[in-house]
């Protein structure tokens, strides 16, 4: 379990009240500080914050709860959990998906409910410093442009992908999202101060992680007898292996420039195995930067702060959370 | 005059360099464990909370769980997963270069006819492709914790990965891992075996007796582990650990499908390791075909957890407070050693 509702918040707050009531009882001895007090505030940007980072993960947290949850059930999150700090946006082209094997409609079911959950969970530890959703595109068009961007070819629908059309296109569309959520986690993890953050955060990567390798072996297995499935999903890792550049860096977090495979058969040291997992050569699954992050989400290799699945950007108190790299 | 708030940034100030200093001294103590320097230990000096010296190096400080004690711990728990996918996999063990280290070597206890450890017949290539892919991951983290500990890291004890009914480990008779886990649990009569090398589907069952003990491990040492370095290491680890219980308990999902009885035999082992490691709901089973339960969760989607000690109880396949039995039984190596008395 985590602390309980808005610690974080309610931490902030004690040190503002102070503030303030420093500010009353002494205001003229305030007013000089006041030009100190602000650059203070804002060099301090340039270090992300647990509260920065929970809040890049609630605008991830935010994207795959409404993927997922329109997709098994034809709505989204509810509007009370929507609202918060900065520009609220609404949901776009979302529909309940079109799917007909149990198992796939037990793995959406379950990671939908997970994602509402993981939602709710980052709200409330964030309290009043929780970010409001912000507008997020999950229409047929922005799934184009990512096929396109992997290379898939479409020409047997119609020069369109749509994630909702059939099973084979839910866990495509899924996989393009849940390595991102694994390696967003994992890059982040390095950058949390608070033990019981760090806690919090182990149990949500993990949670991702599941959900990864559910989509990943789904993948895997109806790719026996589903032509160039495994292919497709291969070139959605390709695309955001190009994506996200292929700088070298120790860190932590550490990041690698080919952090991304496909779930075609590989040769392991005991033959012909799965790639269920992705991980780099040591057993390790990957992570990526917050910028990376962001190169998927906007869909592009250049440094921006909207595109893609947020149209209007993610939302963040530090603006160094929402853009992408230069790529 | 601004001295109020200046006062209170100070004394904010001061607490962040305390806690920065003691991050300092204890990324001391890993840094020393990676090169294999225990003399470094000695620039490092102990930390106290009044910063007073002290003259005596401390390694390992009384109280305090050390990175290097978490890591040793979750070495262990991959020997015993790579010795059972090896064995799965290749009829043959972890190579035996990678097992020297701290502490007692201990062999690998296999059995003898059935139910000995061996290489599984696999009858879906599916299911054949993931265990070697789980199995070379597993090699993949012996190696990563085995370089990253450098001569501290500890030696594979002695491991029991038998589903024979007698074994013989160092003089003395007992019942194979396995089959002792599954009798507990009620999946197999008293006087029956459990064999996880017969079939796909025992296969499975096997790895799903082992691979939620890792996930639940390494989520719960998360917020052990002080070298940021080591801690996303872990965290890469243990999501690579998640991957392969996804993978074990859909494949699982999907056989009871056809085989109902696989649900009632995974949830007897959620059962059982549920009450081995005491209160509170550190397990759950994968569900039945009316509604699956692949991602074992809290209310706020958040995977479940052990404390080592929990995972020694269901390791050692004991409730109480003690040193060794089940999979390890003369016990672990390093100073992580006995299970929790609340089972």
């Known amino acids: 379990m985590v602390a309980g509702s808005g610690w974080i918040e309610a931490r902030a707050r004690r040190r503002d009240e102070r503030r303030a009531f420093f500010r009353n009882a002494a205001t003229a001895a305030v007013v000089g500080a006041g030009g100190l007090l602000l650059s203070r505030e804002a060099s301090a940007q340039t270090a992300p914050s647990d509260v920065d980072i929970l809040n890049f993960a609630l605008n991830l947290e935010y994207l795959e709860a409404q993927f997922y949850s329109y997709a098994v059930s034809g709505v989204g999150l509810a509007a009370d959990q929507l609202t918060g700090t900065q520009t609220q946006g609404s949901v776009s082209g979302a529909r309940r998906a079109t799917l007909s094997d149990p198992a796939v409609i037990q793995y959406a079911r379950e990671i939908a409910a997970d994602e509402v959950a993981h939602v709710a969970v980052l709200r409330r530890v964030l309290g009043s410093a929780a970010v409001a959703q912000p507008a997020i595109d999950l229409s047929t068009t922005v799934f184009t442009a990512a096929a396109k961007a992997a290379d898939i070819d479409l020409d047997a629908s119609g020069g369109v992908f749509d994630p909702y059309a059939s099973d084979d296109n839910f866990l495509l569309a899924a996989y393009l999202f849940e390595d991102v959520g694994v390696t967003a986690y994992k890059g982040a993890a390095p950058l949390l101060s608070d033990v019981a953050i760090v806690d919090a955060a182990a149990g949500l990567l993990a949670a991702e992680a599941f959900h990864a390798g559910l989509i990943r072996s789904a993948l895997y297995r109806r790719g026996v007898d589903v032509d160039d499935l495994r292919e497709k999903a291969d070139k959605i890792s390709d695309a955001r292996d190009d994506l996200d550049g292929d700088d070298d860096s120790d860190g932590p977090p550490r990041r690698v420039g080919d952090d991304d495979q496909g779930v075609s058969p590989v040769t392991s040291i005991y033959g012909r195995a799965a790639n269920v997992v992705p991980t780099d050569g040591r057993g390790l699954v990957f992570g990526r930067t917050v910028e990376q992050v962001h190169n998927i989400a906007y869909l592009t290799k250049q440094q921006v702060s909207a595109g893609g699945f947020f149209p209007a950007g993610t939302n963040n108190a530090n603006a160094a959370l929402r853009r992408s790299g230069a790529n | ?343």
């Open chain 2, 1 to 343: 005059m601004n001295g109020p708030i200046e006062f209170l940034d100070l004394m904010e100030r001061a607490e962040q360099q305390r806690q920065a200093r003691r991050r300092f001294i204890r990324l001391c103590g890993g840094a020393a464990a990676m090169t294999g320097g225990l003399a470094l230990l000695s620039g490092c000096g102990d930390d106290n909370d009044d910063g007073s010296p002290t003259p005596s190096p401390s390694p390992t400080p009384s109280g305090a769980i050390t990175d290097v004690a978490v890591l040793n711990f979750a070495l262990q728990l991959e020997y015993l997963e790579g010795a059972y996918y090896a064995y799965a996999v290749s009829g043959s063990g972890v190579d035996g270069a990678l097992l020297s280290g701290m502490g007692t070597q201990g062999a690998v206890v296999t059995g003898s006819g059935a139910g000995a450890a061996r290489a599984v017949d696999f009858s879906d290539d599916v299911v054949a492709e993931y265990a070697r892919e789980i199995a070379a991951d597993e090699i993949g983290h012996i190696r990563f914790l085995r370089e990253t500990l450098g001569s501290a890291r500890v030696a594979q004890p002695a491991i029991n990965i038998s589903g024979s009914a007698s074994v013989d480990v160092a003089g003395t008779t007992t019942v194979g891992a396995f089959t002792a886990a599954a009798r507990a649990a009620g999946v197999i009569g008293a006087g029956d075996i459990f064999d996880p090398y017969a079939s796909d589907e025992n296969f499975l069952i096997g790895a799903y007796l082992l691979t939620d003990v890792g996930v639940s491990a390494y989520r719960g040492a998360a917020k052990l582990l002080t070298n940021k370095t080591y801690l996303e290491a872990s965290a890469g680890i243990l999501a690579a650990e998640c991957y392969h219980d996804a993978t074990i308990r859909a494949e699982l999902w999907r056989r009871g499908l056809t085989v109902p009885s696989v649900y009632t035999r995974v949830s007897q082992i959620s059962a059982l390791r549920d009450s081995l490691d005491g209160a509170g709901d550190t397990d759950q089973d994968i569900g039945n075909a009316a509604t699956a339960n692949l991602v074992p969760t809290d209310s706020d989607g958040l995977v479940l957890g052990r404390s080592a000690a929990q995972v020694l109880n269901v390791v050692f396949q004991n409730g109480a407070a003690v040193t060794g039995g089940g999979f390890f039984p003369t016990g672990l190596n390093g100073t992580i050693l006995t299970s929790g008395a609340g089972g």
